[in-house]
């Protein structure tokens, strides 16, 4: 895990144990105290392919693939103050919504949940984040 340099006073948050970016963009970037982490599916870190179909097993992935960014962030989950899910049904929304709950106690980050025609590589879930850290 590591935290390298970036312009403009922010820094790359990067992680092995989180899927390497697909596109031309970073994990994660921290700036005075703020963390943005881009949207993660349901990739396996070691293998770089989706785990699977089910939208509870992806939401579990994509959620395990956010906490390794915040670790290597040196922050927590009670430091997410906003995510933005995205599902390519929004009739899968109660089945996401259980596993987000088991992930994120009170009180909640600020949400917002919106259906998509597709994702990347399949994926039927993707959760991106904004957490502050002030020790950052």
Same mark, same amino acid.
Not at 66 to 88: G, S
């Given at each position: 895990?590591?935290?390298?340099?970036?312009?403009?006073?922010?820094?790359? &948050?990067?992680?092995?144990?989180?899927?390497?970016?697909?596109? !031309? *963009?970073? $994990?994660? &970037?921290? @700036?005075?105290?703020?963390?943005?982490? =881009?949207? $993660?599916?349901?990739?396996?870190?070691? =293998?770089?392919? +989706?785990?699977?179909?089910?939208?509870?097993?992806?939401?579990? $992935?994509? +959620?395990?693939?956010?906490? #390794? +960014?915040?670790?290597?962030?040196?922050?927590?989950?009670?430091? @997410?103050?906003?995510?933005? @899910? *995205? +599902? /390519?049904?929004?009739?899968?929304?109660? $089945?996401?919504?259980?596993? *987000?709950?088991?992930?994120?106690?009170?009180?909640? !980050? #600020?949400?917002?949940? @919106?259906?998509?025609? #597709?994702?990347?590589?399949?994926?039927?879930?993707? &959760?991106?984040? /904004? #957490?502050?850290? !002030?020790?950052?």
């Amino acid at each position: 895990m590591t935290l390298g340099d970036r312009s403009m006073n922010g820094h790359i &948050i990067s992680s092995t144990e989180a899927p390497a970016a697909i596109g !031309p *963009y970073s $994990q994660g &970037i921290s @700036v005075a105290g703020w963390l943005f982490f =881009s949207g $993660q599916i349901a990739l396996d870190p070691r =293998s770089g392919r +989706l785990i699977t179909d089910d939208i509870v097993a992806q939401t579990q $992935q994509v +959620l395990n693939n956010l906490e #390794a +960014l915040l670790l290597a962030a040196q922050a927590e989950r009670h430091h @997410v103050v906003k995510t933005t @899910v *995205y +599902l /390519i049904d929004l009739g899968e929304f109660k $089945q996401m919504n259980a596993v *987000y709950e088991q992930f994120f106690k009170p009180p909640y !980050p #600020a949400r917002s949940t @919106v259906q998509v025609a #597709a994702l990347p590589q399949g994926a039927r879930v993707e &959760i991106e984040a /904004i #957490a502050w850290n !002030p020790l950052r």
